[in-house]
């Protein structure tokens, strides 16, 4: 069963980064294009800045749970790697319960403001894009995060150093 779960939640990860890297790509043809016809045909796109920001915001959230999951961030464990095995199960608890705190307040406060949004209908200034669908992504991509961390310190880590423990 956690097997099935685990991978379940590495599929959704990865559906989402490749989506977010989608969005990177978008927003960069964006750009070139929009800069392009402002400087050769003094016709820039109206909709471009807002367009781009948005898909900024996309390759941001879609990508940060599997740059989490695949502990492709930057990590300090220079001090850490240098403990015992039981007080490292210790450290990843703690720092894990730290993420996972800010991750939930995160999510709590940008559902809110996602919630505000949606109810006011808020539209972009110039092309009038509808912006709450945009803000789903932040509490969305904080909870698999949350869930992301929940795997990889509670059945990953915790087995691991459970084993060294135990030798």
Same mark, same amino acid.
């Given at each position: 069963?956690k097997?099935?779960?685990?991978?379940?939640?590495?599929?959704?990860?990865?559906?989402?980064?490749?989506?977010?890297?989608?969005?990177?790509?978008?927003?960069?043809?964006?750009?070139?294009?929009?800069?392009?016809?402002?400087?050769?045909?003094?016709?820039?796109? /109206?909709? *471009? &800045?807002?367009?781009?920001? =948005? %898909?900024?915001?996309? $390759? @941001?959230?879609?990508?940060?749970?599997?740059? !989490?999951?695949?502990?492709?961030?930057?990590s300090?464990?220079?001090?850490?790697?240098?403990?015992p095995?039981?007080?490292?199960?210790?450290?990843?608890?703690?720092?894990?319960?730290?993420?996972m705190?800010?991750?939930?307040?995160?999510?709590y406060?940008?559902?809110?403001?996602?919630?505000?949004?949606r109810?006011?209908? /808020?539209? *972009? &200034?110039?092309?009038?894009? =509808? %912006?709450?669908?945009? $803000? @789903?992504?932040?509490?969305?991509s904080?909870? !698999?995060?949350?869930?992301?961390?929940?795997?990889?310190?509670?059945?990953?880590?915790?087995?691991?150093?459970?084993?060294?423990?135990?030798?």
């Amino acid at each position: 069963m956690k097997s099935i779960l685990s991978r379940t939640l590495d599929g959704i990860v990865k559906a989402l980064f490749f989506i977010g890297v989608l969005s990177g790509i978008t927003m960069t043809l964006l750009i070139l294009i929009s800069t392009l016809s402002r400087y050769l045909a003094n016709q820039p796109l /109206s909709f *471009s &800045d807002e367009l781009a920001g =948005l %898909l900024f915001l996309s $390759m @941001a959230f879609n990508t940060l749970p599997y740059v !989490l999951n695949t502990s492709g961030h930057i990590s300090l464990n220079l001090l850490t790697n240098r403990l015992p095995a039981h007080l490292q199960v210790i450290f990843t608890i703690i720092t894990a319960s730290i993420f996972m705190a800010f991750a939930v307040v995160f999510s709590y406060q940008a559902w809110q403001f996602m919630e505000f949004s949606r109810a006011i209908q /808020s539209r *972009s &200034d110039i092309s009038e894009i =509808l %912006l709450w669908p945009w $803000m @789903a992504l932040m509490p969305f991509s904080m909870a !698999l995060c949350i869930l992301v961390e929940i795997k990889k310190v509670f059945f990953n880590q915790l087995a691991e150093n459970t084993e060294e423990i135990s030798l």
